[in-house]
Every structure is written in C-alpha cells, then in structure tokens.
C-alpha cells in the first residue's frame, strides 16, 4: 500500500489489524478488519506486479472488443469509464440492458442460464449492500442507482483466457439469445 504520509500509514494500519485499541486485552472501540496478508500472498502479489500491465492492456482489450461487438445492439450498453480523462483497468467487463423485458425479475436470469448452457459463465451485477438479508435492518442511503444496476446489468467473461475466439462466441450467443 502506498500512502501520502506516516499519518495515513498509521491509520491504515489501525483499521487493517482489526482497530485493537492499545490495550494489554482486546478492546476495539471502532469496526475493524483483518487485511494483514501473508509473507507468500506479498510473494506472489510481489511477482504478479511483472505482469500487472499486460494484464490490465489484456482487459482493456477485452473491454474494447465487447463495445465493438455489442455496438448498435438497441438497448444494451457496455459499460465504460465515465469520462476520457480515466483510463479504467476493466478487471470486469459489464453490460446492462436498458430495454426494460432484461432485469432480474424479466429475461436477464433465463439469458443467464442460455449462456450458461453454452459454457459461458456470467452473473447479475452486484446486489446492493442494503438488499441484502444480513443489511435488512441497517439504515441505507440510496439513489435508485444502484437497485437499477442490479435489476438490468450483466457481468461477462474477461479473464486471461478470455481471447478473439472466446470473445466471438460470447457476442453472438449474447445477440442470439437476446
């Protein structure tokens, strides 16, 4: 982790040890977490960094190839960063369907198990932190933003092994099935 300052360090630190207050006993007056990684998860994140570029041009590629492909197909949208000044790392590819028929209570989870059956996996985007059982009765701040995302959104194949034959076959079972 890269931080501005010692401060900033410190407190990262605080909250990534599990924001144990200075005591001879466990005493925790914040919520905290257990974010300390391994000597071998530091190897191997330390290795993956030689590679970290190609990756991340690899999902941009596959990024590119989806809005290629998908382009001029009414309704749906392929997600992409929201201004030209950001240069996203598209780890996730996703799309959305704006149509109204593709959400999760309409003909997104029955495309979903289309593709499935033709060995293409994908999900629903995240559901909201809010509508999940174990959040039900904590307070939330919404938009709606996020609720419509979950409702319409699809997330694709964009792996390393995701190349120009994988990407072909997943466009033109995506349009098929739509």
């Known amino acids: ?12 630190m605080f909250y990534a040890t599990q924001a144990r207050e200075a005591y001879p006993y466990y005493q925790h007056e914040q919520i905290g977490y257990n974010y300390r990684m391994s000597n071998i998860c530091a190897g191997i994140g330390r290795g993956q960094m030689t590679v970290a570029d190609e990756h991340i041009r690899h999902h941009q590629w596959v990024h590119e190839q ?3 492909r998908l382009e001029g197909i009414d309704e749906l949208v392929v997600h992409s960063g929201p201004t030209n000044e950001m240069e996203p790392n598209y780890w996730l590819s996703t799309i959305r369907f704006e149509n109204g028929k593709h959400t999760i209570d ?6 979903i198990e289309k593709l499935s059956a033709a060995n293409i996996e994908t999900r629903p985007l995240w559901k909201p932190m809010h509508l999940q059982p ?6 939330s701040y919404v938009n709606g933003v996020s609720e419509k995302l979950f409702s319409c959104g699809l997330c694709l194949p964009s792996g390393p092994y995701v190349g ?3 990407i072909d076959y997943i ?7 739509l």
């Open 1 to 12: 982790m890269i931080c501005p300052n010692e401060e900033a360090k410190k407190r990262v």
């Open 106 to 111: 309409g003909e997104l989870l029955p495309l």
């Open 134 to 139: 174990v959040y039900k009765d904590a307070p």
């Open 171 to 177: 466009t033109k079972n995506i349009i098929a099935n």
């Open 164 to 166: 120009e034959k994988e």
């Open 66 to 68: 989806y809005v290629q």
